[in-house]
């Protein structure tokens, strides 16, 4: 089992920066992978960013060079960091942890966190 909480959302105008902050109940070192989605009304969610335990990092084409995911390993908390925000960023935020447990692979979700940029 692994609780996520995120934080950090809120309400920013265009070209502004948010930090978002996922923390995890359990060492982030024993999830697979921990990843950042975002899901904006009448759309699906979308993967946005992901780091794999071995702290490779992923990043879909319409963030790259403006967010950044990051982790604390002594925090349990992993991190996106994005700058230079456009309206279209407007969406629920959620991170994600990916578990194998006896060959099984588990997602977790956070609660989501929203992000609105004004334009």
């Known amino acids: 089992q692994v609780q996520l909480v995120e934080s950090g959302g809120g309400l920013v105008q265009a070209g502004g920066s948010l930090r978002l902050s996922c923390a995890a109940s359990r060492s982030i070192l024993t999830i697979d992978v921990m990843g950042w989605h975002r899901q904006a009304p009448g759309k699906q969610r979308e993967l946005v960013a992901s780091i794999s335990r071995g702290g490779i990092t992923n990043y879909v084409d319409f963030v790259k060079g403006r967010f950044t995911i990051s982790r604390d390993n002594a925090k349990n908390t992993v991190y996106l960091q994005m700058d230079s925000l456009k309206p279209e960023d407007t969406a629920v935020y959620y991170c994600?942890?990916?578990?194998?447990?006896?060959?099984?692979?588990?997602?977790?979700w956070g609660q989501g966190t929203q992000v609105t940029v004004s334009s």
């Open positions: 994600s942890g990916v578990v194998t447990t006896f060959g099984l692979k588990r997602t977790y």
